[in-house]
Structures are given as structure tokens and as C-alpha cells.
């Protein structure tokens, strides 16, 4: 266990300084120091002589490496049970900490059964059990006619409520009507809760995927993109917000990709209406127009745009409409990714990315000079502020002990067979980084290190538990974190 990190750059609050950084026996930080720059090993010195242990657990930080706290990934699709070929919790999590993300929260798809109901989640639960690299938290669902299971389901542990305005994909989680979104928002505001929607208007995608014509195949990524306008997203987001206003319940709009949008984010902000915002590594790293043919790695729903799209999202990141970057990372298997290659029509949508989401964002960012303390605060302070985790996403006294390690100098090309991902799939196989995660600790467990490369990543992740978490609950629905 780390009782004692010293680096010359650790991230606290908005400032990368030097400091010493004491954990407890719980695996929360218990003392900050700052030291002085070029200080690390006399600080180092006088902890061993005044520490009765001799310094026992300390971890010395490379002067280049930044300690950043750990990622808060709040958008993944581990798929495990039921369709675990895809992804499974031991992959997954591993692949996280490997990536630097120290807690993810999973999707109520493309599991089986979804996580619709409090049953349903005990379910997910036993799954992961015992196989978890990093902490673990759970979405729910909204499907037609489970209103009833929303405040069960909120106290069983969930962070909130996941629903689509349109085919989800999988027949289990099929998506709801505008009457059954509004019950279930006007159900959900009464205690409080969170629903986080995956807008696009399939009126829209149909009509454009019309005027397409009828063309065997669609083999152009841009093609493909075109029968996903950037209007099905600002359809779906203005009947969102109708549904905002009407009931007044806090709603998070997923995976925006149309900066055409943020007009409306803008205005309803100003109206004071309680929405956040979300987009993705791949949306600002990768451009429609660049995609090769019949590249079913790139697939995703909303799908990649043009560059100036991608610019205009960066721009709406740094003037704070968009809030936060989550990878959802949505792997498949090769028959699924594939399936009628090269017609990108017929292949899963998902792009897969746990692990190199937020190398990626913080190489593109470098390039935009943009610091590594915003890309935290994007991918970690506030997802973990999004979902309530109080003792996450920052490194500050009382919080987990949970850090990134990352080292801006040491670049490598992604290579997918290289990954923990199940399967060897991902949009950024070949794509070259500028900065590497080198090191993981969770809770003062150091998960993995470049120091010691042979070590196996160590298993010790925990559930975590949203704010409606009944005490005493008379389901036996495992041991929980307090964060």
C-alpha cells in the first residue's frame, strides 16, 4: 500500500505542484504537504527518519510523471452477463486501470438481462463480483412500463436512469415514447434522482437515411454520417428540454456530437433549467472526412462529424457548455463489428476506447494548449461531481487515495491487439499519443506501475453506491463504498 507519494507535480485544485501526499489506512488522503521545487528525495529522507516504519510505502514519483487523480469514466459498457464475449467486467476493469480510470460507472446495456429493476441489478452484481480492477457503480434503465422500479432501483444504489428516444440496438432495452419519458422524469424528480438520455429524433434518421437512396452498400464513413444529421440530435435535445422544463428534473444529455447544439445547451442554461453535458474522446480526436471506407471501427451512434464540428465541440468544452468527456466505451466482437462489412449500415456501433481515452484527449489537447488540469476537471472532478461520488475526482484531503499517473514525454502508437479489451477492436489502433499513463493507484493500491512492468495488475475494486442507497435495504446486494 502507498502511505507516502512524492512528486514533483502532483495536481491540487487547479495547480500542478510539488508535494508530499500522506494516505490513511483506508485509502483516503489524510495530509497534503507542498515541498519546495527539486525537494522530492529530502522529503523523501526526512520521512524515513521521523517515520517509526522507515518510510514504508512510498512511492517516488519520476520528476516528468504528473500525478493527476484517478479518471471517473461514468459512461461504459462492461455487457457482462449475457453478452461478455463483447466485454466483461475482469477486461473492462482492467483495461481502466491501465488507462488510468480508477472508477467507471456501467451501463444498463448491453447486458442481459438490462438493469431495469432492483432483481436485475442483483444479477449485474454477482457477475462482477470478485473480478473488479477498479471501483464499479451502475446506471439504471427506463424502458416502457418500469416507472415503478426507478425509486426501488435509486435505493437500491444506482446513480440514475438511463433511457433512449430511439432504437437502442438490443430488443431487451427498447427505447420510450415522450408520454412514457415524462412519467418517468415526473418520477424521478420526486426523489431527486438523475436521468441521462441518449437524444437523437429517429423521424429525423429515418428521413435522412431515405433521401440517401438506395444504394447497396454505404461504405463511406461520411455517407453513413449523413443519415445521422447533426438535426436529429438539436431535435431530440429541443423535446428534451420541453420535458426539462415541464417536470424539473436534473437530466444529463449523453455523447453530444453535434456542436450545432450548443445553442440550445446555452439558452437553456440561461433559463436556469438543470441540464449537463457530455461528449466523447472520439468525437474531438478523429474527423469524418479522415475515416478510411468501410471502417466499422469508427462506428458509433451519434456518429463521428466533420473537423469543424470537432473544433466547435472544443471550443464549447472550454467555454464550459459542454461539462465533462467520458469514453462510452461500447466494444463487440468481430462478427458483430464487422457484420456486413463493408457496408457500415449493418455493423455495431461503438467505439471502443477505455483504455486510451484519456491519453487521447490529453494528446489532442496538448496540441490546442490545453493543460492536463483541465482534462482532468473534464474527466474526472466532473463526472464524479455528476453522480455524487464526493470522495472522488480530486486530490484533496478526505478524498480516495486514487491517482493517474501520466507522463507527457513518453509517446507510443495504440495498437488494439495491445489493449485489455477483449476484443482487438478500436478506432485508435495506429493513432500516436503524446503522453502515456504509466501508473494506477486505487484507494493507495498501486494497480500497476512502469517501475515494475512484470507485476500483474492487482484486483481490488469496489462497488460504489449513488446518494439514494437505502441503509439496512432488505436485499443482500454486497458489499458497497462509501463514496
Partial sequence: ????????????????????????????????????????????????????????????VHPRVVVLPGNVDTHVHINEPGRTSWEGFATGTMAAALGGVTSIVDMPLNSVPPTVDVPSLE???????????????????????????????????????????????????????PADLRAAMQRVAQFDGLVIVHAEDAKTIDTATAALGQRRRVKRYADWAATRPQ????????????AVRETGCRTHILHLAAASALDLIQDARAEGLPITVETCPHYLCFEAEAVPDGAAEFKCCPPIRDSGNRDALW???????????????????????????????????????????FAAVASAARERGIGLDQVSKWMSTSTAQLVGLTHKGQIAVGY??????????????????????????????????????????????????AQDTSASVLSGGEFLRGKGFAIGDQLNIGAMSSS
Avoid at 504537504?33 to 512510498?58: F, L
Avoid at 438535426?231 to 420541453?242: C, R, V
Avoid at 468527456?325 to 456501433?349: F, M
Wanted: with cysteine; net charge negative.
Fill in 231 to 242: 438535426e436529429a440530435e438539436m431535435t431530440a435535445i429541443e423535446g428534451l428540454l420541453d
Fill in 1 to 60: 500500500m502507498v502511505r507516502h507519494l512524492i512528486a514533483e507535480q502532483v495536481l491540487i485544485g487547479q495547480d500542478i505542484v510539488p508535494a508530499h501526499v500522506e494516505v490513511d489506512h483506508q485509502g483516503a488522503v489524510r495530509r497534503i504537504t507542498r515541498i519546495a521545487p527539486g525537494q522530492s528525495a529530502r522529503q523523501a529522507e526526512i520521512v524515513r527518519a521521523r517515520d517509526v516504519s522507515g518510510g514504508t510505502g512510498m512511492l517516488m
Fill in 400 to 449: 480516495d487515495a486514487d491517482f493517474a499517473l501520466y507522463d507527457p514525454q513518453e509517446n507510443h502508437v495504440v495498437s488494439a491487439a495491445g489493449l485489455a479489451h477483449k476484443n482487438p477492436i478500436s478506432a485508435y489502433d495506429g493513432y500516436e499519443l503524446h503522453g502515456t499513463v504509466v501508473g494506477s493507484v486505487l484507494r493507495g493500491a498501486e494497480l500497476f506501475s
Fill in 123 to 177: 444479477i449485474k452484481k454477482q457477475a462482477a463480483m470478485g473480478q473488479t480492477f477498479v471501483d464499479v457503480g451502475f446506471w439504471g434503465g427506463i424502458v416502457p412500463g418500469n416507472t415503478e422500479q426507478l425509486e426501488p432501483l435509486w435505493n437500491a444504489g444506482v446513480f440514475g436512469f438511463k433511457c433512449f428516444l430511439l432504437d437502442s440496438g438490443v430488443p431487451e432495452f427498447p427505447p420510450v415514447s
Fill in 315 to 357: 471550443q464549447g468544452l472550454q467555454e464550459g457548455l459542454i461539462d465533462m468527456v467520458v469514453t462510452d466505451h461500447s466494444p463487440a466482437t468481430g462478427q458483430e463489428k464487422y457484420r456486413g462489412a463493408p457496408d457500415l449500415s449493418e455493423a455495431w456501433g461503438g467505439v471502443s476506447g477505455l483504455q486510451v481515452g
